[in-house]
């Protein structure tokens, strides 16, 4: 009978110090990502602010008989997609205020507003909120980001983003 039995594998303490250096790896990956996210999701708030100022742009030239539409409107022209029209993507809730033309009276315009679903936390969706009108400027905000962007700060020249 044999009783040397070779076993070998790795001790407690090797598979802690593994651990330890995963977990070391991890608490300095996840902000980074977690950041990459949220400049993902502004990003793509911008983008689709842009597709809607193009869309009330089309609407308000053909089938808006020279008033913008509202977001159920845009959809039903098929002029943005099913998604946009849910009113959230990215982490993002947009919304649209068309005011209608008032012959020899105003003109017709638009406001539309992008705000993070999340404002604050380690699960935040976006650091800005953002806002165009309908003569395409795009404006952006870090204040206060459960409130949409007002007229007045809509008007303002101090939070104009670059292209």
Request: net charge negative.
């Amino acid at each position: 009978m044999n009783t040397d039995k070779n076993i070998s594998g790795f001790s407690l303490i090797e598979l802690l110090i593994v651990v330890a250096i995963i977990g070391i790896i991890a608490a300095i990956a996840v902000p980074n990502l977690l950041a990459s996210r949220r400049a993902a999701n502004e990003a793509s708030a911008q983008s689709t602010l842009r597709t809607i100022h193009s869309s009330e742009a089309t609407y308000q030239a053909t089938a808006g008989n020279g008033n913008f539409g509202s977001m159920a409107q845009l959809v039903a022209a098929r002029m943005i997609d099913a998604q946009i029209g849910t009113n959230v993507k990215s982490g993002y809730r947009f919304d649209i205020t068309p005011i209608d033309l008032v012959p020899d009276v105003s003109l017709a315009y638009f406001k539309a507003t992008a705000n993070p679903v999340i404002t604050s936390g380690a699960t935040q969706t976006g650091g800005r909120k953002f806002g165009l009108q309908d003569n395409g400027v795009m404006h952006g905000q870090s204040d206060s980001l459960a409130a949409p962007l007002t007229d007045t700060e809509l008007a303002a020249s101090n939070n104009v983003m670059g292209n």
